[in-house]
């Protein structure tokens, strides 16, 4: 089952798992991995993920991905 994210503790993947459907109350200090999916059936997939945390003004993304495409020949 592909989440578009999930909690971070003590497990890589643990709760809440962050889907359209979820009524978990998100709370200050918790810690997310928001990763949403792009899959091909048959031919491939992908997940960008970010490491988010709960602040009290907001959300502050802690991990460090770039965003440019690197040509690659």
């Not at 491939?44 to 988010?52: A, M």
């Not at 602040?55 to 040509?71: F, H, K, Q, V």
Request: no cysteine; glycine share 10%.
């Amino acid at each position: 089952v592909h989440r578009t994210g999930h909690g971070l503790g003590i497990d890589i993947h643990e709760p809440p798992y962050i889907t359209a459907t979820s009524e978990v109350v998100l709370d200050e200090g918790m810690v997310f991995s928001i990763e949403p999916g792009i899959y091909l059936q048959g031919r491939f997939g992908v997940r960008l993920e970010e490491i988010v945390i709960l602040r009290a003004d907001g959300p502050e993304i802690l991990s460090e991905l770039t965003r440019e495409l690197n040509l690659i020949k």
